[in-house]
């Protein structure tokens, strides 16, 4: 519901800018005009032709990074897997260690308020929201160690490899996507998230709790922190037909203490009088905050429908990565069409409107959820757009959110006037060669502007009309003729 909101709301804003737009995108002539002048309107249509391809990456910079494996029987397979940096904030300690109501006010005694002076275990909390693909398909995630700082690539293409070799597993779980293990009314509250363990080894609660002691200087910054424990590696290693949205990635160690004193120091005691004395839990955490780096690679094995490339009569738009479409905008076409006529005194490109046409989605993994909107983008400015956090402008970029008209069987992306991207390469090139991109674009419920346009990077697919049923470009123009 809320996206349909989202797609009704980014149609109104299109619709607006187009109506206010259509006088003065198509300065080619005044855009003053006495309503004695003798003008002409005519039209024509444009048959696009339009191909698939696989972009080498994608840029994503996500703070939900995918975690798993999905197998669509008919766009192919995906594999995801994500490393993180956590943060520690400065000053970071176990406090029972340090207590001074403790048996022993001693950090340098074995016998500290720390039951077995150690940290009884350590948990790597992976927190999703959502899961796709089959709910109760068995998968198995593993955790590595980070081996070496962590580059700024945010291309869905990184190779982990420099930064995890030697692999060090840090520990391993199996999962479902339906959380089996809690019971449906605590799955059913509003407040519950699901989430994955996988408990630590030994070394990693250990090599913690000696820093804290001995070496309590690297948790003086970030900087600091990051040399002794990189981040983690989260890999799937078994499974295939579930794929985890991650909110949050956490490691959680937890400790006891044992107190018989208050803090002065004077012994406790019961309602008798008798020595008394009690044992608290404890639980600290480090986490990936919007400050670290986090990093999401992608894998699609796709080509195995070689097909998809060379296919007539659709092409093809997956996500996350996959396949993107290009159509060909033939501005050098729309300009000879516009100039065509050498007795008129005045020339005017009212419109080059494209709406992108969709098939029917099928009850596949991905396809079932077509993406929610669409970039239209030079294909060579594709990269550059996300990495400049850029929004559409209507000149070199354009956003259409996804329409379904259910009873007429129409599906369609609109990407509204093309006017400017016509006028704008017309000198340059004779094809506008534009990339169609699935994006997810965040939008001011209140102003109605919208906020930022990312990759989408959930599992999602849309098959698009080409070939035989191919895309059609539709222009308006006026010329104003002698009297």
Same mark, same amino acid.
Do not use: W
């Given at each position: 519901?809320?996206?349909?909101?989202? *797609?009704?709301?980014?149609?109104?804003?299109?619709?607006?800018?187009?109506?206010?737009?259509?006088?003065? $995108?198509?300065?080619?002539?005044? !855009?003053?005009?006495?309503?004695?002048?003798?003008?002409?309107?005519?039209?024509?249509?444009?048959?696009?032709?339009?191909?698939?391809?696989?972009?080498?990456?994608?840029?994503?910079?996500? +703070?939900?990074?995918?975690?798993?494996? $999905? *197998?669509?029987? &008919?766009?192919?397979?995906?594999?995801?897997?994500?490393?993180?940096?956590?943060?520690?904030?400065?000053?970071?300690? &176990? *406090?029972?260690?340090?207590?001074?109501? +403790?048996?022993?006010?001693?950090?340098?005694?074995?016998?500290?308020?720390?039951?077995?002076?150690?940290?009884?275990?350590?948990?790597?909390?992976?927190?999703?929201?959502?899961?796709?693909?089959? !709910?109760?398909?068995p998968m198995v995630v593993s955790a590595y160690k980070v081996q070496n700082q962590l580059p700024r690539d945010f291309y869905s293409n990184v190779d982990f490899t420099p930064y995890v070799e030697p692999l060090e597993l840090l520990g391993s779980n199996g999962y479902t996507g339906k959380d089996m293990t809690v019971s449906d009314s605590l799955r059913g509250t509003s407040d519950y998230t699901?989430?994955? %363990?996988?408990? $630590?080894?030994?070394?990693?609660?250990? +090599?913690?709790?000696?820093?804290?002691?001995? %070496?309590?200087?690297?948790?003086?910054?970030?900087?600091?922190?990051?040399?002794?424990?990189?981040?983690?590696? $989260?890999?799937?290693? &078994?499974?295939?037909?579930?794929?985890?949205?991650?909110?949050?990635?956490?490691?959680?160690?937890?400790?006891?203490?044992?107190? %018989?004193?208050?803090?002065?120091?004077?012994?406790?005691?019961?309602?008798?009088?008798?020595?008394?004395?009690?044992?608290?839990?404890?639980?600290k955490y480090i986490g990936v905050t919007p400050d670290v780096i986090q990093l999401n690679s992608v894998k699609n094995p796709l080509q195995v429908n070689p097909d998809f490339l060379t296919n007539d009569s659709s092409t093809y738009v997956t996500a996350p990565g996959g396949y993107f479409s290009q159509i060909d905008i033939p501005v050098k076409e729309v300009m000879e069409e516009l100039n065509k006529n050498t007795t008129a005194t005045a020339k005017y490109l009212n419109g080059l409107t494209l709406s992108v046409r969709a098939y029917k989605p099928v009850d596949n993994v991905f396809s079932a959820t077509p993406p929610p909107y669409m970039l239209l983008v030079q294909k060579n400015k594709m990269?550059?757009?996300?990495?400049?956090?850029?929004?559409?402008?209507?000149?070199? !970029?354009?956003?259409?959110?996804? +329409?379904s008209d259910t009873v007429n069987n129409v599906y369609t992306y609109n990407f509204g006037n093309l006017n400017q991207l016509a006028i704008s390469l017309a000198d340059s090139v004779d094809l506008a060669e534009m990339a169609v991109v699935p994006v997810n674009a965040t939008i001011d419920q209140t102003y109605g502007s919208i906020l930022q346009v990312a990759n989408y990077f959930y599992p999602s697919a849309v098959t698009l009309r080409s070939g035989k049923n191919a895309q059609i470009a539709k222009m308006v123009y006026t010329l104003q003729m002698p009297k």
């Open positions: 519901m809320q996206n349909m909101k989202f *797609n009704s709301l980014l149609s109104v804003i299109l619709g607006i800018f187009l109506v206010s737009c259509d006088d003065d $995108l198509t300065n080619i002539g005044s !855009s003053i005009r006495p309503e004695t002048d003798n003008l002409v309107v005519k039209s024509a249509t444009f048959t696009l032709a339009s191909s698939t391809f696989v972009p080498e990456a994608i840029y994503v910079r996500t +703070s939900t990074p995918l975690l798993g494996e $999905l *197998n669509d029987n &008919f766009y192919g397979a995906v594999r995801t897997d994500y490393m993180a940096q956590l943060y520690a904030r400065p000053g970071f300690d &176990f *406090n029972a260690v340090n207590s001074k109501d +403790s048996v022993i006010y001693d950090m340098s005694n074995p016998l500290d308020s720390m039951i077995n002076n150690s940290l009884d275990s350590a948990v790597l909390r992976i927190y999703y929201d959502k899961y796709f693909g089959d !709910s109760l398909t699901p989430y994955v %363990d996988i408990k $630590l080894i030994d070394e990693v609660k250990d +090599s913690f709790l000696d820093k804290v002691k001995n %070496d309590p200087s690297v948790f003086d910054n970030q900087s600091s922190f990051e040399q002794f424990f990189p981040g983690v590696y $989260l890999k799937n290693t &078994f499974g295939n037909g579930t794929m985890l949205r991650v909110v949050n990635t956490y490691i959680v160690f937890f400790y006891r203490s044992y107190h %018989d004193r208050k803090v002065d120091g004077t012994p406790l005691t019961g309602s008798a009088g008798q020595d008394s004395s009690y044992i608290t839990n404890h639980s990269n550059e757009f996300f990495e400049k956090n850029s929004l559409p402008d209507s000149k070199t !970029s354009f956003i259409a959110a996804y +329409s």
